[in-house]
């Protein structure tokens, strides 16, 4: 199914919880369900010469990383369909789910796509859909 049962499920939000929603979005990646936390529009995510992975976003919220209490299988998760992430990053819920708060979420500046990234970023993905 594309998931690790021995890891545990995420998802950011700028909103106080205690249970998500049936259709939101949840990730065993922790990184990227604290930058979702922050509401981007835009999520760009790359490895640098050091292997190292670059997450970069256009978000500017504070927010709050939750952990899913509830067990999953198969009937509650789907594999997002529209997802710009990597294959197996994002899933939707199928039912409502409970959470319980992990932290408090602060925008890391070093994260945030500057103005000219955002354009690059736009111009690029204007290209792709024209080739």
């Known amino acids: 199914m594309g998931w690790d049962v021995s890891k545990p499920w995420y998802h950011g939000s700028p909103t106080k919880l205690t249970w998500l929603r049936i259709g939101s979005t949840i990730t065993q990646d922790r990184d990227l369900a604290r930058v979702f936390s ?4 835009l999520v760009y995510q790359d490895v640098d010469a050091a292997g190292q992975r670059i ?3 256009n978000g500017m919220q504070p ?4 952990r899913l209490i509830t067990p999953l ?6 594999p997002h369909p529209t997802s ?8 939707l819920t199928q039912c409502e789910l409970e959470v319980e708060l992990v932290e408090p ?5 070093a994260e945030v796509l500057s103005e000219a990234e955002v354009a690059a970023l736009y111009r690029w993905a204007a290209e792709q ?3």
Do not use: F, N
């Open 38 to 41: 922050h509401k981007p529009t």
């Open 84 to 91: 710009t992430m990597e294959a197996g990053q994002e899933w």
């Open 105 to 109: 979420t602060l925008v890391d500046a």
């Open 73 to 78: 299988g198969a009937a509650e998760i789907e």
């Open 55 to 57: 997450l970069k976003h």
């Open 129 to 131: 859909r024209t080739t």
């Open 63 to 66: 927010g709050y990383l939750y």
